[in-house]
T-cell receptor, first 113, second 116 residues
Framework: IAGITQAPTSQILAAGRRMTLRCTQDMRHNAMYWYRQDLGLGLRLIHYSNTAGTTGKGEVPDGYSVSRANTDDFPLTLASAVPSQTSVYFC????????????FGSGTRLTVV | QQQVKQSPQSLIVQKGGIPIINCAYENTAFDYFPWYQQFPGKGPALLIAIRPDVSEKKEGRFTISFNKSAKQFSLHIMDSQPGDSATYFCAPPWVSNSNSGYALNFGKGTSLLVTP
């Protein structure tokens, strides 16, 4: 089934540790995104990639980095996790940056303690 | 930060009622205005979207009304059902101030409960 795979599904992480959230899509979509979802705040854009080889900062990029080495993968790295990064993280993709709907993964629930 | 104002924050209606969710946005440069639906434990999914060359679009029981001059668009759910209970997000476009980046800017969401 075509879509987005995120891993892990959930994780408890000690503060200060490094963690990479994985995101893979099999739809050959050009654009990919990372959002975090917090109660009462909706979904906030962390980073985006219009096409393979390019990335950009969203609304809340501090403490996060991304790479886009190929079309299918868009990992999100927390270099040194802090408790405020406790959230549900969603990866999404779209055929192109300006058109069409997003396909979302099922999310990664991250708890930083 | 480009503002998206979604209201109400939560809504309870009886089965058969017509909940209305509103969204006000700032960016006028783009032509795609969607609503997403999210069930607990799942990622959001596209529900319905409109382009500003029309004022209304219907898909089944879901209708978008669009007011370009007021920079607002609304979601109406006709004959609402308990299965419509979910969180709804409007997601007008966002554009980076520093480069050509483009993404959807999600509102804070409206939690809808449809009672039997």
């Amino acid at each position: 089934i075509a879509g987005i795979t995120q891993a892990p599904t959930s994780q408890i992480l000690a503060a200060g540790r490094r963690m990479t959230l994985r995101c893979t899509q099999d739809m050959r979509h050009n654009a990919m995104y990372w959002y975090r979802q917090d109660l009462g705040l909706g979904l906030r854009l962390i980073h985006y990639s219009n096409t393979a080889g390019t990335t950009g900062k969203g609304e809340v990029p501090d403490g996060y980095s991304v790479s886009r080495a190929n079309t299918d993968d868009f990992p999100l790295t927390l270099a040194s996790a802090v408790p405020s990064q406790t959230s549900v993280y969603f990866c999404a993709s779209s055929a192109s940056p300006g058109q069409g709907g997003y396909t979302f993964g099922s999310g990664t629930r991250l708890t930083v303690v | 930060q480009q503002q998206v104002k979604q209201s109400p924050q939560s809504l309870i209606v009886q089965k058969g009622g017509i909940p209305i969710i509103n969204c006000a946005y700032e960016n006028t440069a783009f032509d795609y205005f969607p609503w997403y639906q999210q069930f607990p434990g799942k990622g959001p999914a596209l529900l319905i979207a409109i382009r500003p060359d029309v004022s209304e679009k219907k898909e089944g029981r879901f209708t978008i009304s669009f007011n370009k001059s007021a920079k607002q668009f609304s979601l109406h759910i006709m004959d609402s059902q308990p299965g419509d209970s979910a969180t709804y997000f409007c997601a007008p476009p966002w554009v980076s101030n520093s480069n050509s980046g483009y993404a959807l800017n999600f509102g804070k969401g409206t939690s809808l409960l449809v009672t039997p």
